[in-house]
C-alpha cells in the first residue's frame, strides 16, 4: 500500500469541472469543500489500494486563492466563505491545469458517483 495526497487545488478544480458540467455553479463554499474531499478520501481509501491524505488547512485554502489567482477568488456569503471560479475560466482550463498529472486512481475516485453525490450531483 502507498500514500496518495490530494493536494486543495485538485479538489478545487475536480469539483469545479463537476459543478460546471451538472449546473454551471462557479462558487462552492468551503463546508462544502470538507465534505467533498472527505468523500474522496473514502473513495480512494475504499479499493485498498492506496492511502489517501488530503492536504487542506485554512492556510491552504487562502493560499489556493492567493497562488491561482487568475483562476480562483475568494467570497463571503451570509457568513460562509467560499471560493469562487472566475468568469471566463471554463472546464478544460481546470483540467489542462490540474488534472493531466493526475494517477488514474484519484480521477477515478473524482468521478464515482458518491463523490459527485457530496456536490449535490446525482
Known sequence: MYNIYIQIE???ANAFID???ANSSREILYSDLDKYGAKVIEQINSNGEAKAILVVSRESQLAVV????D???AF???G???IRLIEGIHSIDLWDRFCTSLSYIVL??????AVKEA????
Do not use: H, N, T
Open 10 to 12: 485538485d479538489l478545487v
Open 19 to 21: 459543478l460546471l458540467e
Open 66 to 69: 492567493e497562488d491561482y489567482s
Open 71 to 73: 483562476m480562483f477568488e
Open 76 to 78: 463571503e456569503r451570509e
Open 80 to 82: 460562509s466563505k467560499g
Open 108 to 113: 477515478r475516485a473524482f468521478q464515482a458517483p
Open 119 to 122: 456536490l449535490g450531483i446525482s
